[in-house]
């Protein structure tokens, strides 16, 4: 079992705060032939590759390519991975078209020759470049000092080399500010946290023992594909699964039962249901009493959470919440997965933390396949070596502050940012798409004196206000090692072709500038060959076996944990006191309450008069990962264009029609869209899709120019989701 003092939860993604164009006309004439026939399987002759999908997707897929004359042959699944052997997602099946041979892809450095924002620019050397960039950044570190620095690079490849391993020694030795990386993830680790001393839990192969199964706020048809056949196994099997969601999402149609709350009240809703759960007796004394504290302060605390109330908070009936928690103590073994879906608001980190007391109280761990499912980073936490991967630590000097990257507008425009930020260096992501309050971001961006250096395969939105673009490589052209936080296997990514054009890995972009800054340590000497073998050197019993070389040949391996998998059948939880925590006084002076509790989001009254719909921006497109693939015709197509989804009720109140072009707006911003009637919201409650590039988009806006950069309740993360609207017909 998991050790809690040895789980190492530096995950950099979650606490770790160091941390156009259409093309698919052109695609058959600048694509090796050998592709275009290509993509599925892989034929015979030709150099075997194996590597991982690099994306910020819980399933970290293996795959196979095979390479013939430094081309790409054939790209597929690799078949021998039991758990994503079947098929790479629809996203990725055609990865080299669309992203590593695609015409659009940068491949020279360039250099802004517009003014910032418009995407005009010209190519330079990479000497070159890379010589004026440190030229500029020496004089902004003598005159602002290198907290005015600041590094985003965020999760656009889940690699650890290209994601943080380098970029991490360089920021460090440099002094600069620390990113405060919380858009994905920080809240609902830091409930589940509060409550478990951790995130690990069943692991996603024993849900095939789950006989009730409730995806609580996540969407795993689209962003877990590779759960989901496990889940209809089970159902097969004669598991029932609830989908708790205020949006009506494809996992939710396909659900024996879709519970639909307002959103941001998961909290009041599961505490109602501890309080049916404890009326009735239905909880587990015996494993209270042994692997649990303050259970009768929980007691005492959900006595205000009786059903009438709930229902007026969630907005349900009065017996759905009794009959769902009736079926939910008596279906044994009981599962309860979560991801990330319900973290985006100033309920959210309370909501994870009541949802991941739920099996403690009816005694679900005990069972195979029973209790909660979140992430499972810790296993390579405790499995790989973190001291290579964090080398980093010890080469900062001193404390810097750090910066929420969800007030990235805030930071760039406000003038209580001191010293004032000077110089981003975006890597691995598109924050113009993808953090919330987009204008105020592009307003920080178009300041002409910010030095902006973007890392990047296209020209993003981000991109377009770059003084200097570099040209990064694609996951089949570079080392990496991928570490899973959704399942339970270790891969690594082995170059399959050259790098395309004058392309290079983030880490070498680094370690050039490392050189150019002067910095003379060993650390930016050291090749991501050389770091993927280091990240290898490990005793731990979960690799016996798997060495460097062992994965070099197969590409993955599953870490080698007991089975069966109970990790809290004993208790055993990573908490200090070994238990699960529902009531903890010592929060306080975090100023955090000793139990999650329901509150109001404090929207002003202009906000509560004028913008009368609560909007939801999600992660619903099948096509696009966040808003990565959202320039690739191919993608674009399949996905269609963004709509509104709107209730009958909220619709006819202001004389919209189906299909009618409708402006959204609010002190924000605005998007133009179509509106799309129907039940996949309910009365007050709008969504929008996230992913979208706004250039691509008439209006030149995309979900995030409206949505707030307010903060959640916990672990730092966004509540983007707390935002309001108001629709007119455009
Ligand atoms: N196709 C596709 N797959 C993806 C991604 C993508 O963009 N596209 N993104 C990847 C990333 S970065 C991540 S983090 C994962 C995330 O995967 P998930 O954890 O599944 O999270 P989301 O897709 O953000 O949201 C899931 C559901 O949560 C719901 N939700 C929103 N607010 C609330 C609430 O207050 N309460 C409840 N109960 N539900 C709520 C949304 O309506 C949505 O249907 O998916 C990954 N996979
Ligand atoms: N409104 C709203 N906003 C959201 C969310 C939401 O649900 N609603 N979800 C949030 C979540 S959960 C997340 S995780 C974030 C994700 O937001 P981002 O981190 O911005 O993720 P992507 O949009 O996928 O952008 C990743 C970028 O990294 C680039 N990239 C990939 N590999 C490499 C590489 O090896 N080198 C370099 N240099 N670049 C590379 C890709 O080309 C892509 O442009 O969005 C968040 N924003
Ligand atoms: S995006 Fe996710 S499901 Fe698709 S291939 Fe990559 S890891 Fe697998
Ligand atoms: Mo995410």
Not at 254 to 278: C, E, F, K, N, R
Not at 571 to 595: D, M
Request: hydrophobic fraction near 35%; include cysteine; proline fraction near 6%.
């Amino acid at each position: 079992m998991p050790s809690p003092e040895k789980t190492n939860i530096t995950r950099r993604k979650f606490l770790d705060l160091g941390i156009k164009g259409y093309a698919g006309a052109q695609l058959a004439q600048t694509v090796p032939i050998t592709l275009i026939s290509a993509c599925a399987q892989i034929e015979q002759g030709g150099q075997t590759v194996h590597g991982v999908c690099y994306h910020d997707c819980p399933d970290s897929c293996s795959w196979t390519v095979t390479v013939r004359d430094g081309e790409v042959a054939s790209f597929g699944p690799n078949d021998q991975n039991p758990f994503t052997g079947g098929s790479l997602c629809n996203k990725m099946e055609k990865f080299p078209l669309d992203v590593t041979y695609h015409p659009d892809r940068i491949l020279t450095p360039l250099k802004r020759v517009g003014r910032k924002g418009a995407g005009e620019f010209e190519p330079i050397s990479w000497n070159q470049a890379l010589e004026e960039v440190s030229v500029k950044l020496k004089g902004l570190i003598t005159a602002y000092g290198a907290e005015s620095v600041l590094p985003f690079g965020y999760a656009g490849t889940q690699g650890l080399i290209q994601g943080s391993v380098m970029s991490n020694r360089f920021f460090a030795r440099m002094g600069s500010s620390l990113l405060g990386a919380t858009i994905c993830g920080s809240t609902a680790v830091a409930g589940n946290t509060l409550v478990n001393g951790q995130t690990l839990g069943v692991l996603p192969e024993d849900i095939l023992h789950s006989k009730y199964i409730v995806l609580w706020g996540t969407n795993t048809l689209h962003s877990n594909v590779h759960l989901w056949p496990l889940i209809q196994q089970s159902r097969r099997a004669g598991a029932r699964l609830i989908v708790i969601d205020p949006f009506e999402s494809a996992t939710a149609r396909a659900s024996d039962w879709h519970i639909q709350p307002m959103p941001g009240t998961d909290v009041a809703l599961a505490l109602g249901i501890m309080y049916v759960i404890i009326k009735e007796k239905l909880h587990d004394t015996d494993y209270i009493e042994k692997h649990t504290l303050g259970f009768e302060e929980l007691e005492r605390h959900v006595a205000g959470y009786d059903p009438e109330t709930v229902s007026q908070i969630c907005d349900l009936p009065v017996s759905a919440i009794k009959a769902f928690a009736r079926e939910y103590a008596r279906g044994r073994p009981s599962l309860i997965r979560i991801l990330v879906g319900m973290e985006h608001n100033r309920n959210g980190g309370d909501a994870f933390r009541a949802v991941s007391m739920l099996p403690s109280l009816t005694g679900a761990w005990r069972e195979h396949g029973g209790g909660l499912m979140h992430m499972t980073y810790e296993l390579a936490g405790q499995a790989l070596n973190y001291e290579r991967v964090n080398l980093h630590e010890s080469m900062r000097k001193g404390e810097s502050r750090t910066i929420n990257m969800v007030e990235l507008g805030k930071a760039l425009t406000s003038a209580g940012t001191d010293p004032p930020v000077k110089a981003l260096f975006v890597y691995n992501t598109n924050p113009v798409v993808t953090m919330p309050n987009q204008n105020l971001v592009r307003q920080g961006m178009e300041q002409e004196e910010l030095l902006t250096v973007v890392l990047e395969h296209f020209i993003t939105d981000t991109a377009k206000y770059a003084d200097y673009i570099f040209p990064a490589t694609t996951q089949l052209e570079h080392w990496d090692v991928v570490d899973s936080w959704g399942q339970t296997y270790i891969n690594l990514n082995q170059p399959a072709i050259p790098a395309r054009g004058e392309s290079r890995p983030n880490s070498e972009f680094f370690r050039l500038l490392a050189e150019k800054m002067g910095y003379t340590e060993a650390a930016f000497r050291e090749e991501d060959l050389e770091i993927a073998k280091s990240i290898f050197q490990t005793d731990h019993p979960y690799m016996e076996g798997v060495t460097f070389e062992y994965l070099r040949q197969h590409g993955w391996a599953r870490y080698k944990v007991p089975e069966p998998w109970l990790p809290h059948r004993e208790g055993n939880f990573g908490t200090t006191s070994g238990k699960c925590e529902f009531y903890n006084p010592g929060l306080a002076v975090q100023g955090v309450g000793p139990l999650p509790e329901y509150k109001k989001v404090p929207y002003s009254q202009t906000q509560i008069e004028n913008f009368p719909l609560q909007l939801l921006t999600i992660k619903s497109t099948r096509w696009f990962l966040n808003s990565s693939h959202a320039n690739v015709s191919r993608l674009q197509k399949a996905e269609g264009a963004p709509a509104l989804d709107i209730s009958r009720a909220d619709a006819e109140q202001r004389g919209i029609a189906d299909g009618d072009k409708i402006r959204v707006f609010n002190e924000n911003g605005e998007m133009l869209v179509p509106a799309r009637i129907g039940n996949r919201t309910r009365k007050g409650v709008v969504c929008l899709p996230q992913g979208f590039w706004p250039s691509l988009l008439e209006g030149g806006s995309s979900a995030n120019a409206l949505t707030n950069d307010w903060l959640a309740d916990l672990g730092g993360g966004s509540a983007l989701q707390d935002t309001r609207v108001e629709v007119e017909k455009s």
